[in-house]
């Protein structure tokens, strides 16, 4: 039902453990994709050994283009969701299974992109949903339904990430 990305660059596996971990708790998380946009593929092996689905891209496109390689394989394996992760974020356990259940309850939701507030200490479900008639903030009209996402073209648009 969810599956999740994560953009490495020059990340070490110890770095990217909690991340990952945090999301193998969770039993809504079906699959992992990290995309290595490092020069070497350094994490090739620690990834295997993880079960990730790694995709080493050493052309390092960026962050949004490389996040849209896992979006795109999640959209052609019938993913719902997909979940959009820095390296430095994890959370707690209950968190991904309580926002899953608040979007499957909240159909409404997944028209616009959801940011995260940001907060003290470990990851806790905290979310500012943006009404209606929010002017400046991008919708999801000509994304495929269901795929709750940031694209790389959307985010650097957002007044939010501007003003952050």
């Known amino acids: 039902m969810l599956s999740a990305s994560i953009v490495a660059y020059k990340h070490t596996d ?6 990952i971990r945090s999301l193998r708790n969770a039993t809504c998380v079906d699959e992992i994709h ?6 070497t593929d350094a994490l090739r092996a ?7 689905s790694y995709h080493f891209n050493p052309a390092n ?17 019938g993913q719902k969701y997909h979940l959009v992760l820095n390296p430095d974020v994890y959370f707690a ?16 939701t ?3 992109l959801v940011f995260p507030d940001f907060f003290r200490g470990p990851v806790t479900a905290r979310f500012r949903w943006k009404g209606r008639n929010s ?15 940031l694209c790389g073209t959307v985010w650097f648009r957002s007044r939010w990430s501007i003003s952050w």
């Open 93 to 108: 356990p209950g968190t991904l299974e309580d926002l899953l259940n608040f979007m499957e309850s909240s159909p409404a």
């Open 61 to 77: 496109p960026g962050y949004g283009a490389a996040h849209n390689i896992a979006i795109r394989k999640s959209l052609t394996a």
């Open 14 to 19: 110890t770095e990217l453990l909690k991340p």
């Open 110 to 112: 997944g028209r616009r």
């Open 46 to 52: 620690w990834a295997e050994r993880e079960r990730l």
């Open 34 to 39: 990290l995309i290595d946009n490092s020069p």
């Open 135 to 149: 002017p400046g903030w991008p919708t999801f009209s000509s994304f495929p339904a269901g795929i709750r996402s």
